[in-house]
């Protein structure tokens, strides 16, 4: 990947640039985050003028490596105020790659009620009116530009939602079946895109693993290497591919860790009805599938296809999502959770803040618990514009300000997904302290805490939750880099020749010879680089905290969070 595209959205101009050294061997977050770091100014107003998104694909994104395909989508977020890096599967990160594209930047804004969209392709950059795409949903809009521009284009782009300019609006992609839900979901970023007026984004390369790799022979031995490793472990090998994330439900259920009636109690009495056990049963039933690649070159197929009763299809349905709708509201009908699910998909929202930010109505009595059709006609209204949906729309944290709540489970303005802290503590100390406000992908502590992968960290007891938030952020910095699946980290953390073949796959890539501690530093590097800015942009260690409630006993095993503010200041002691 050679050259870095910039397009100005004021202009209508774009530039092509050599990579310069110092981001040679960044990709992904790494890439997005030390653009975002050397040229958004930290205070700017995420909506106006000064702010940037950028993409990029991953450093082994567009090769055989397995399970590569992920891009990375970074700015300035209007749902923290802080760095944001919030990272998608689907087709396009591979396409990017195969362009020679190491990032996209987009910056300016367009005149006011003017949409265009981008065309990449191996003749070149073209900007084109987009004016007919405003108001449409995002599986119209792709479906209109695979058939404009052909079926096996990468489409990018944004919903209502994010022509509205609202706080949890999202950036889609879509898969090799067309399917625009693939998302770049949490922090706001489809605002952005919005608010410089680019509708889409299509990028149409034939290639799909051609991306240049330096020593052929021993990054093909590497990459096969890695599959082994990815398929001989049971939860990437076995679990995923049978039943998706959602194979979660029942599992952090057991754990009393399954927050429900918005972070009320630990455990769900309807969970098994929203499970992935549930899901696979019904869409093997109905002709859908079980297990679904979400990119060309996925191993784990965690994806799902769920055909709905009125003839649609959602996919997939992650674990987070089916929490979201499903035991945070009390709801226990995976049709309506699948519906939901499909609107949000189609409006562009983040489907765990939009879900946290219904549980916020529920809590302030504007539509009642478990009621599964006032959610779904609010989450209507949002893609309608109205003034209830503009503010849902804006998320959890706003809509409990507009509705007298304080019973809300944000960190830094972005709501925590589907772990109660209490009960899953290390997930706690990464909610609290990841620059990117409450995110599980983070540091993804459920690992150690209740699947005891790579050891075992009590998860209701608070020695060692640091350490593991700690390493975990590090090691996370570091794959989102890669271009790899955050779930590869599952058999890395078990098999001790796990990261040293993915810095095996880098270094015959690159014709390097890094370390794996050289890849441990690149992690700290990042973390380093998104602190800073968040710093800059005003945030203090006392953003890293949970909000007061969690210092309640939940149900059933009665416990709090308990972690104290000094050892959650002593997480970025490297």
């Known amino acids: 990947m050679s050259k870095i595209i910039r397009i100005n ?3 209508q101009e774009i530039k092509v640039e050599e990579v310069n050294d110092e981001y040679k061997m960044l990709g992904g977050r790494a890439l997005t985050s030390k653009i975002v770091f050397d040229e958004v100014p930290a205070a700017c107003e995420p909506l106006g003028k000064y702010n940037k998104l950028v993409f990029a694909p991953g450093l082994l994104s567009g090769t055989s490596a397995p399970s590569s395909g992920r891009l990375s989508v970074g700015g300035k977020s209007p749902l923290t105020g802080g760095i944001k890096e919030s990272n998608a599967g689907g087709i396009s990160a591979q396409k990017f790659a195969n362009l020679g594209i190491k990032a996209l930047v987009v910056e300016g804004q367009a005149e006011k009620g003017k949409y265009f969209l981008l065309k990449l392709s191996e003749e070149g950059q073209k900007i084109l009116p987009a004016d007919d795409l405003v108001g449409k949903g995002t599986y119209e809009i792709t479906e209109i530009l695979r058939e404009r521009f052909g079926r096996k284009v990468g489409v990018i782009t944004i919903g209502p939602a994010g022509d509205m300019l609202m706080a949890n609006a999202g950036i889609a992609t879509n898969d090799a079946e067309g399917n625009s839900s693939r998302y770049a979901g949490r922090g706001g970023l489809g605002a952005v895109m919005g608010s410089k007026g680019l509708k889409a984004i299509v990028i149409d390369s034939a290639r799909t693993f051609d991306a240049p790799v330096h020593d052929k022979e021993r990054f093909k031995a590497a990459a096969k290497k890695f599959a082994d ?4 472990h049971p939860v990437c090998g076995e679990g995923l591919p049978a039943f998706g994330t959602n194979i979660l439900m029942n599992i952090i259920n057991e754990a009393g860790a399954l927050p429900t009636r918005n972070f009320s109690r630990g455990r769900f009495e309807k969970a098994n009805e929203v499970s992935g056990e549930k899901l696979a049963e019904v869409a093997k039933a109905r002709g859908g599938k079980a297990t679904h690649a979400c ?7 965690c994806s799902n296809v769920y055909p709905m009763p009125d003839g649609k299809v959602c996919s997939p349905i992650e674990y987070e999502s089916a929490w ?5 509201l009390e709801v226990g009908d995976l049709d309506a959770v699948a519906k939901m699910n499909y609107i949000c998909n189609d409006i562009g929202l983040d489907t765990i803040e939009a879900g946290a930010a219904l549980g916020v109505l529920m809590e302030a009595e504007i539509i009642p618990w478990g009621d599964a059709k006032a959610a779904i006609k609010v989450l209507e ?3 309608q514009g109205t003034p209830l949906g503009r503010i849902v729309g804006q998320g959890a944290s706003f809509t409990g300000k507009a509705f007298g709540v304080t019973k809300v489970a944000s960190v830094k303005g972005q709501h925590m997904p589907a772990y109660d802290p209490r009960t899953c503590k290390g997930n706690g100390v990464t909610y609290a302290t990841t620059p990117m406000g409450a995110d599980h992908t983070a540091g993804y502590a459920v690992t150690a805490n209740i699947l005891k992968v790579g050891g075992f960290v009590d998860p209701l007891k608070k020695e060692g939750q640091v350490e593991l938030s700690r390493n975990l952020q590090v090691a996370t910095a570091a794959v989102d880099s890669t271009g790899l699946c955050l779930f590869v980290a599952f058999a890395i953390l078990d098999n001790p020749e796990g990261l040293p073949t993915i810095v095996e796959m880098l270094n015959a890539q690159y014709g390097l010879e890094l370390t794996v501690e050289d890849v441990v530093t690149l992690g700290q590097k990042i973390l380093k ?5 968040n710093k800059q942009a005003g945030f203090t260690n006392v ?4 909000p007061e409630f969690f210092n309640e006993d939940l ?3 009665n416990v709090n969070f308990g972690i104290t503010n000094e050892e959650l200041d002593e997480v970025f002691n490297f």
């Open 543 to 546: 953003h890293d905290r949970l």
């Open 555 to 557: 149900p059933p095993h």
């Open 529 to 533: 680089v998104e602190r800073e800015f």
């Open 229 to 232: 490793i990815l398929l001989k």
């Open 324 to 328: 979201a709708f499903g035991p945070h």
């Open 381 to 383: 209204e949002i893609g």
């Open 9 to 11: 959205m004021t202009t």
């Open 295 to 301: 990119h060309p070159g996925c191993v784990m197929r």
